[in-house]
């Protein structure tokens, strides 16, 4: 009976030590070999080492520098690549299982075109190097690594954000090239198409100034941009957009716009307000005289502000009844508060038409009263020309004094000879045209005209003695006693015809003095015509008729004209 209860137990031990080889034996089977990717638990951690149960006869140990900041506590689960096995037990790495893992993972995400997490870590020759983890780094080019224009690449180092692989290998290695641009873009594709699907014209949005152009200022609206443009910004006038909205400043906006296939969107600040000019006509009237200010200046005028979003121009010409304005800054400042009147406008066109000097009262409607022809008046002369002088006879009311009208007498070739500028003079009005905006005066009409004296008195045909001024090859000038200054033309002045000019004037110099005969006198002209030939043939006329009264009174006329010039003859 006792043998019988040990062969019994002998057998059951037998049958259990079988299933233990067994189990044993499989267990070792299914052992996971060098160089698979395994998973474990931490059962311990110490300053060097991070235990972990993989299901092996001992703990596996991965370095703690392997974890970097992403330690483990116990109990976590963790991936490790077995290596192998030493005397301590399986030889574990989280490093090099991450390493495996993540190849696959970029692989996956360079084929299928999904993007890969990363870091900008370094600054290389044209462009970044990205940190994609686990020792694995990636070239970014700099076109490809923000959807703007960079000013600072450094300002890009340490930023985290999504790429997507360009290219994997080059020279059968491992050489990621990453685009960040492609995932901004998509990204804000995607930011402003549901702005578009969400948004109406109208609205009231949210964004933040990003950047400024000389047209107006960029809205960032989250990743995408809307434009403030400059005429959107106030209803008044706006020279510099920086006057109205600040750099990285946050603002609420009205949308005016909203164009989907352009992707444009038009933003403003004015409409939070109502159109100034809905009202224009209940405030403004023709002619009426409004204030305002000069906002700019431009070669054709001023714009002048009457109040926010109500803006006219003065044009050049209507800023003064009495001076010629070249330049609208020698009459008005930007800044300066200012009269006009109105003297059009066009509501649908937003446009007003304003005159300065309709603002004043017009010198010209009374100019003719204050200085009717004749008046002696003294002014100063303001300017000189080739052919006159303008005197300032009062404020913005100019003279024009020609040359011709400066002396009786005297040939005045250019003004300048005899006048200077500020010099004062007295002239009297000889013509006023209110109309034309015109008055002339003269200097010589101060005087009786000498021409009308030397024209009674010297009639065609008397004789002077005059004083030779100028020789020219048309003739000789010479000057009368009462000074009076006359032309011997260059056919007067030699008694033989067959005397050229040039060989009879030798004979005269500039101050000789010389007889003349009177041919004919323009008062009118100031014009006189003297003539040698024929003052020398009256001489000779003289003489015969004296000659023949003596013979008359003698011998009763026995000695005839042929007999005088046979004697004069034989003489």
Same mark, same amino acid.
């Given at each position: 009976m006792?043998?019988?209860?040990?062969?019994?137990e002998?057998?059951q031990?037998?049958?259990?030590?079988?299933?233990?080889?067994?189990?044993?034996s499989?267990?070792e089977?299914?052992?996971?070999q060098?160089?698979?990717?395994?998973?474990g638990t931490?059962?311990q951690?110490?300053?060097?080492?991070v235990?972990?149960?993989i299901?092996?006869k001992?703990e596996g140990?991965?370095?703690?520098e392997e974890?970097?900041?992403?330690l483990?506590?116990?109990?976590?689960?963790?991936?490790?690549?077995?290596?192998?096995?030493?005397?301590?037990?399986?030889?574990?790495?989280k490093?090099?299982a991450?390493?495996?893992?993540?190849?696959?993972?970029?692989?996956?995400a360079?084929?299928?075109?999904?993007p890969?997490?990363?870091?900008?870590?370094?600054?290389?020759?044209s462009?970044?190097?990205?940190? #994609?983890?686990?020792d694995?780094?990636?070239f970014?080019?700099?076109?490809q690594?923000?959807?703007?224009?960079i000013?600072?690449?450094e300002?890009?180092?340490?930023?985290?954000s999504?790429?997507?692989?360009?290219?994997?290998?080059?020279?059968?290695k491992?050489n990621?090239v990453?685009?960040?641009r492609?995932? #901004?873009?998509e990204?804000?594709?995607?930011?402003r198409?549901a702005?578009?699907a969400?948004t109406?014209?109208?609205? *009231?949005?949210?964004?933040?100034?990003?950047?400024f *152009?000389?047209?107006?200022?960029f809205?960032?609206l989250?990743?995408?941009d809307?434009l #403030?443009?400059?005429?959107?910004?106030s209803?008044?006038?706006v020279a510099?957009p920086?006057?109205?909205?600040?750099k990285?400043?946050?603002?609420?906006?009205?949308?005016i716009?909203?164009d989907?296939a352009e992707?444009r969107i038009?933003?403003s600040?004015?409409?939070f307000?109502?159109?100034p000019?809905?009202?224009?006509?209940e405030?403004y009237?023709?002619n009426?005289i409004v204030?305002?200010?000069?906002?700019?200046?431009?070669?054709?005028?001023?714009f002048v502000?009457l109040?926010e979003?109500?803006?006219?121009?003065v044009?050049i010409?209507?800023f003064?009844w009495t001076?010629?304005?070249?330049?609208p800054s020698d009459m008005?400042?930007?800044?300066q508060?200012v009269?006009?009147?109105?003297?059009g406008?066009d509501?649908?066109?937003?446009?007003?038409?304003?005159?300065?000097?309709?603002?004043?009262?017009?010198?010209?409607?009374?100019i003719s009263?204050?200085?009717p022809?004749g008046?002696?008046v003294?002014?100063?002369?303001?300017?000189i020309t080739?052919?006159?002088?303008?005197?300032?006879l009062?404020?913005?009311?100019?003279?024009?004094l020609?040359?011709?009208?400066i002396?009786?007498?005297?040939?005045?070739?250019?003004?300048?000879s005899?006048l200077a500028?500020?010099?004062?003079?007295?002239?009297?009005?000889?013509?006023?045209?209110?109309?034309?905006?015109r008055?002339?005066?003269?200097?010589?009409q101060? *005087?009786?005209?000498?021409?009308?004296a030397?024209?009674?008195?010297y009639?065609?045909?008397?004789?002077?003695?005059?004083?030779?001024?100028s020789?020219?090859?048309?003739?000789?000038?010479?000057?009368?006693?009462?000074?009076?200054e006359?032309?011997?033309?260059?056919?007067n002045?030699?008694?033989?015809?067959?005397?050229?000019?040039?060989?009879?004037?030798?004979k005269?110099?500039?101050?000789?003095?010389v007889?003349?005969?009177?041919?004919?006198?323009?008062?009118?002209?100031e014009q006189v015509a003297?003539?040698?030939?024929e003052?020398?043939r009256?001489?000779?006329?003289?003489?015969?008729?004296q000659?023949?009264?003596t013979?008359?009174d003698?011998d009763d006329?026995?000695?005839?004209?042929g007999?005088m010039?046979?004697?004069?003859?034989n003489?």
């Amino acid at each position: 009976m006792e043998e019988m209860e040990v062969e019994k137990e002998v057998a059951q031990n037998s049958k259990g030590d079988f299933q233990a080889q067994l189990e044993e034996s499989l267990k070792e089977f299914n052992a996971p070999q060098a160089g698979q990717l395994v998973e474990g638990t931490v059962v311990q951690i110490t300053n060097d080492y991070v235990y972990v149960d993989i299901g092996d006869k001992s703990e596996g140990l991965i370095p703690v520098e392997e974890f970097a900041d992403n330690l483990p506590k116990e109990g976590d689960k963790v991936q490790a690549l077995l290596s192998g096995h030493n005397s301590n037990g399986p030889v574990l790495s989280k490093k090099k299982a991450d390493s495996k893992r993540y190849l696959k993972e970029i692989q996956a995400a360079w084929k299928d075109k999904t993007p890969v997490d990363g870091t900008i870590s370094k600054v290389v020759k044209s462009g970044y190097e990205v940190n #994609l983890g686990i020792d694995r780094a990636a070239f970014l080019p700099i076109s490809q690594a923000d959807s703007e224009k960079i000013e600072k690449p450094e300002s890009l180092l340490g930023l985290k954000s999504k790429f997507y692989i360009e290219r994997l290998y080059s020279d059968n290695k491992l050489n990621p090239v990453v685009n960040r641009r492609k995932y #901004l873009e998509e990204q804000i594709d995607t930011k402003r198409d549901a702005f578009f699907a969400n948004t109406q014209i109208g609205d *009231t949005v949210k964004g933040t100034v990003k950047s400024f *152009t000389s047209f107006g200022a960029f809205i960032d609206l989250g990743g995408f941009d809307g434009l #403030l443009h400059i005429n959107d910004m106030s209803w008044g006038h706006v020279a510099r957009p920086k006057d109205f909205v600040k750099k990285g400043q946050e603002i609420e906006l009205k949308v005016i716009r909203l164009d989907p296939a352009e992707k444009r969107i038009n933003l403003s600040l004015k409409h939070f307000t109502e159109d100034p000019w809905i009202h224009f006509e209940e405030k403004y009237h023709l002619n009426d005289i409004v204030k305002g200010k000069v906002t700019k200046l431009t070669e054709f005028g001023a714009f002048v502000e009457l109040e926010e979003g109500i803006e006219g121009l003065v044009h050049i010409s209507e800023f003064s009844w009495t001076k010629k304005v070249n330049k609208p800054s020698d009459m008005v400042s930007v800044g300066q508060e200012v009269e006009a009147m109105i003297l059009g406008y066009d509501i649908q066109e937003g446009r007003v038409s304003l005159g300065f000097k309709q603002a004043t009262e017009n010198p010209w409607e009374k100019i003719s009263e204050k200085y009717p022809v004749g008046t002696k008046v003294k002014g100063k002369v303001v300017k000189i020309t080739n052919v006159g002088a303008f005197v300032s006879l009062e404020e913005g009311i100019d003279g024009f004094l020609h040359a011709d009208d400066i002396s009786w007498t005297k040939k005045v070739k250019h003004p300048g000879s005899e006048l200077a500028v500020d010099q004062e003079v007295e002239v009297v009005v000889t013509e006023c045209d209110p109309e034309a905006h015109r008055i002339k005066v003269g200097i010589k009409q101060l *005087t009786d005209n000498p021409w009308k004296a030397f024209a009674e008195e010297y009639k065609p045909g008397s004789t002077l003695e005059g004083e030779i001024t100028s020789i020219t090859d048309f003739g000789v000038f010479v000057k009368a006693p009462n000074g009076i200054e006359g032309l011997v033309n260059k056919a007067n002045l030699s008694e033989e015809k067959d005397v050229p000019y040039e060989e009879a004037v030798t004979k005269y110099k500039v101050g000789d003095k010389v007889n003349v005969y009177v041919v004919d006198v323009k008062v009118e002209k100031e014009q006189v015509a003297f003539s040698v030939r024929e003052y020398k043939r009256k001489q000779q006329r003289d003489e015969i008729s004296q000659y023949m009264s003596t013979s008359n009174d003698n011998d009763d006329g026995a000695y005839t004209l042929g007999d005088m010039i046979k004697s004069q003859k034989n003489d």
